[in-house]
């Protein structure tokens, strides 16, 4: 059992869009190596969840705390700076993997990797060049250094953007289901470079519906069911005995 303080946690996470009640009182905790596969059907609120951990969406109540940099919502009032910082310093904690590759259509690959280190960081450009290719390397992708996203293949264009996550050099890293928009021949290569992030001790949170993937790799499961965590387990305990109904359906849906 890992002791440690968790690198991830959330209390009370709320968010509406309108009078559609997204997430409804979401709390979670994840340490250091922990892989934690986030399911549910589509429309139970996992991907605003990860939006939210990394503020691209701005919660409407509740707390998050990430390698320390903490946000709680709704904000004090006269805050406002102060929050505006520590929500940067919560942002630049977290590297997030979406479906769509978002890659610079007129940037190489290295280009594309190299550019938030150089001009968000503000490192030196041939440092970042050098971590760059040891990264495209890790992805499998040493020699694609040069190719436009045009000239890659989906597989490839979203193993180039693990790589640009990984170059922020983040705590903990967010993948919003990474495989869906691939062709199935395409999908192993991804999940073969998460693994690997896995062994590494990266902390992951992924929304997936890879269920192999969730039951080989993952250290927990957790399964949203209408903006709620209605499951949370270690993969044998969730899998071998589903305890609530609608996860017994999930599964045989996606079996």
């Known amino acids: ?20 009640k997204v997430l409804k009182g979401i709390s979670l905790e994840a340490r250091q190596g922990d892989v934690i596969s986030i399911l549910g059907r589509s429309g139970s609120g996992k991907s ?5 951990l990394n503020l691209l969406e701005r919660p409407d109540t509740g707390a998050i705390s990430i390698a320390g940099h903490e946000a ?3 904000e004090k009032p006269g805050s406002g700076k102060l929050s505006h910082r520590a ?21 190489t690959a290295l280009e594309n990797i190299i550019e938030a280190p150089v001009h968000v ?28 996203p045009m000239h890659l293949s989906g597989g490839q264009q979203q193993r180039v953007a693990i790589a640009r996550a990984l170059a922020m050099r983040p705590k903990v890293m967010l993948f919003d289901e990474p495989t869906s928009a691939l062709d199935p021949e395409l999908v192993g290569e991804v999940l073969q470079v998460m693994r690997g992030l896995a062994q590494e001790g990266m902390t992951m949170l992924v929304v997936t519906h890879e269920i192999a993937f969730a039951r080989d790799v993952s250290t927990r499961i957790v399964f949203f ?17 589903p305890p609530s109904e609608s996860f017994r359906k999930f599964l045989s849906n996606h079996a």
Do not use: I
Request: aromatic fraction near 10%; glycine fraction near 8%.
């Open 1 to 20: 059992m890992n002791n440690e303080m968790p690198v991830v946690r959330v209390e009370g996470l709320e968010k509406s869009f309108g009078a559609l």
């Open 48 to 52: 605003t969840f990860l939006r939210c």
């Open 72 to 74: 709680a919502f709704p």
């Open 121 to 148: 960081l503000g490192r030196p450009k041939a440092e970042c060049v050098e971590e760059a290719r040891r990264l495209l390397a890790r992805v499998g992708l040493a020699d694609r250094a040069d190719y436009y």
């Open 225 to 241: 069911s209408e903006g709620q965590v209605e499951v949370d387990g270690s993969p044998h305990e969730v899998f071998s005995a």
């Open 87 to 107: 929500m940067e310093r919560l942002r630049a904690s977290t590297g997030m993997v979406f479906q769509s590759f978002n890659l610079w259509s007129h940037k």
